[in-house]
T-cell receptor, first 112, second 116 residues
Framework: EAQVTQNPRYLITVTGKKLTVTCSQN?????MSWYRQDPGLGLRQIYY???????DKGDVPEGYKVSRKEKRNFPLILESPSPNQTSLYFC???????????FGPGTRLTVL | AQKVTQAQTEISVVEKEDVTLDCVYE???????LFWYKQPPSGELVFLIR????DEQNEISGRYSWNFQKSTSSFNFTITASQVVDSAVYFC?????????????WGAGTKLIIKP
């Protein structure tokens, strides 16, 4: 089944404790992206990747890191999480920037 | 700069009413793409439609229809004979030309409540 998976789905952590949210797709897509969703703000792009070893900042990259060592995986790293990073996070992948995006189920992160 | 505005934060209608969700966009690109996605209460994001800037034909898919008007920079979405299952948050989004970077600009979303 074609899908984008994210883990974990729910995470409660404390300020400053490094964490990684994994994202994997099995559709051989070149493009992958991370978004955060906050009430009243819609989805905002954090980072994106157009292929292996090619990543770039989106609209809200501060406090986040990503890597794209393999085509299928695009982990999101929070080196020192803060409460303002409490949000719902989505990973997405697609064949081209202008095509339909396939989204993961979301990760709800709470930073205390 | 690119921007997508969904001015309606929340709409509430009674089942079987028609409802239109507005989407207004700003871009300097001559080639661009517009999307609608649905986010039901379960939280997943579901693709509904993509329209490119050269295709102004209206699209109809069952009870859903989309009206793209470049003259007013709008890409509105109408649900005819709404049903309770249409209750969701609907997002409009904009992407640039094929050779642009991979950035999709999203509206803030419109929460649609269909009452039985």
């Amino acid at each position: 089944e074609a899908q984008v998976t994210q883990n974990p789905r729910y995470l409660i952590t404390v300020t400053g404790k490094k964490l990684t949210v994994t994202c994997s797709q099995n559709m051989n897509h070149e493009y992958m992206s991370w978004y955060r969703q906050d009430p009243g703000l819609g989805l905002r792009q954090i980072y994106y990747s157009m292929n292996v070893e090619v990543t770039d900042k989106g609209d809200v990259p501060e406090g986040y890191k990503v890597s794209r060592k393999e085509k299928r995986n695009f982990p999101l790293i929070l080196e020192s999480p803060s409460p303002n990073q409490t949000s719902l996070y989505f990973c997405a992948s697609t064949t081209r920037a202008y095509n339909e995006q396939f989204f993961g189920p979301g990760t709800r992160l709470t930073v205390l | 700069a690119q921007k997508v505005t969904q001015a309606q934060t929340e709409i509430s209608v009674v089942e079987k009413e028609d409802v239109t969700l507005d989407c207004v966009y700003e871009t300097r690109d001559t080639t661009y793409y517009l999307f609608w996605y649905k986010q039901p209460p379960s939280g997943e994001l579901v693709f509904l439609i993509r329209r490119n800037s050269f295709d102004e034909q209206n699209e109809i898919s069952g009870r859903y229809s989309w009206n793209f008007q470049k003259s007013t920079s709008s890409f509105n979405f109408t649900i005819t004979a709404s049903q309770v299952v249409d209750s969701a948050v609907y997002f409009c989004a904009l992407s640039g030309p094929q050779d642009s970077n991979y950035q999709l600009i999203w509206g803030a979303g419109t929460k649609l409540i269909i009452k039985p």
